[in-house]
């Protein structure tokens, strides 16, 4: 069942990279391309997939997410890492254990939103958590997420 379950995790990765990347295109800071969002879609689909896109099809219109989370979708990949990484590095021995809980209310929980998110996830999973971009900007380590999806 694991297997199967790990068997399109790449097809899978490679779809919420794409939602993200139509999310970050019709409305993240750059201009958005004087083009319909059909072909924008359609063009990005080309670029950045293994799929062909089928002409007269327009199921972005459709995905919700891109109404609700403008700009913010690729948020669903940041958490994944940071699940994964803190699964791998707190909870995979033992879950359901104090040490593990206790980790996670005093690492995580006990601040709620007094202490950045970033400073909370370095402080619990060491300085690999985040990696620094060449802008300046912080990213999330992927290497955990790979690993529980073999890749």
Known sequence: ????RKMFAATDLQRQIFFSLIDQTLFGEQPLPGRDTTSIVADLKEKHTSWKHV???????????????????????????FAASLWRKVC????????TGSILRHGLLKHGGAKHPSI????CLGEKAL?????????????????????
Do not use: I
């Not at 909370?120 to 402080?123: A, I, K, M, R, V």
């Not at 300046?136 to 380590?141: A, H, T």
């Open 120 to 123: 909370l996830l370095t402080d």
């Open 92 to 99: 995979f021995e033992d879950p359901l254990s104090l040490e």
């Open 1 to 4: 069942m694991n297997n199967a």
């Open 55 to 81: 002409e007269g099809t327009h199921w972005h219109t459709r995905f919700n997410h891109l109404v609700n989370y403008g700009a913010g979708y690729y948020s669903y990949l940041y958490a994944r890492c």
């Open 131 to 151: 990696q620094t971009c060449c802008s300046g900007s912080v990213r999330p380590n992927t290497e955990n997420l790979f690993e529980e999806l073999s890749l």
